[in-house]
């Protein structure tokens, strides 16, 4: 029920319904500020942070854009509160945060840096 709702308003690629909708309750467990595990297995984890200005947005429509044409699963979350963007320390914005990693602050990244540093496969590639 919930996937169907979600669909649409939302891409899934095909196969990956059940994680998103897995994605999305736990989203909204947060939200509710309950105590959320996170076994979402994916090997790729991303974060855009920035408070909703046009260049975070560009930066996040890049990052899933990506994400959608090499069919990558990651663990995606945009980070616009302000209040959450604050706690991560940053003083540049946007930024970008692939498996724990600060790939870059201030800018927005060409596309070929985007989709080295995400396909590589300990998303560690370039910095």
Same mark, same amino acid.
């Given at each position: 029920m919930i996937r169907e709702r979600l669909a649409k308003r939302n891409y899934f690629a095909p196969g990956s319904e059940?994680? $998103?909708?897995?994605?999305?309750?736990?989203? $909204?467990?947060?939200?509710?500020?309950?105590?959320?595990?996170?076994?979402?297995?994916?090997?790729?984890?991303?974060?855009?942070?920035?408070?909703?200005?046009?260049?975070?947005?560009?930066?996040?429509?890049?990052?899933?854009?990506?994400l959608s044409e090499?069919?990558?699963?990651?663990?995606f979350e945009y980070v616009s509160d302000l209040q959450e963007v604050a706690e991560y320390?940053?003083?540049?914005?946007?930024?970008l945060i692939i498996n724990g990693r600060v790939k870059t602050a201030g800018r927005v990244p060409s596309r070929s840096d985007l989709q080295n540093w995400l396909k590589a496969k300990d998303g560690q590639g370039g910095s």
């Open positions: 059940p994680l $998103y909708e897995e994605a999305f309750l736990r989203e $909204y467990q947060k939200h509710l500020g309950l105590p959320v595990t996170d076994n979402s297995g994916a090997e790729l984890t991303v974060k855009v942070i920035g408070p909703g200005c046009p260049r975070c947005e560009r930066l996040r429509d890049d990052v899933l854009q990506i090499a069919d990558l699963p990651a663990d320390g940053l003083f540049a914005l946007p930024a």
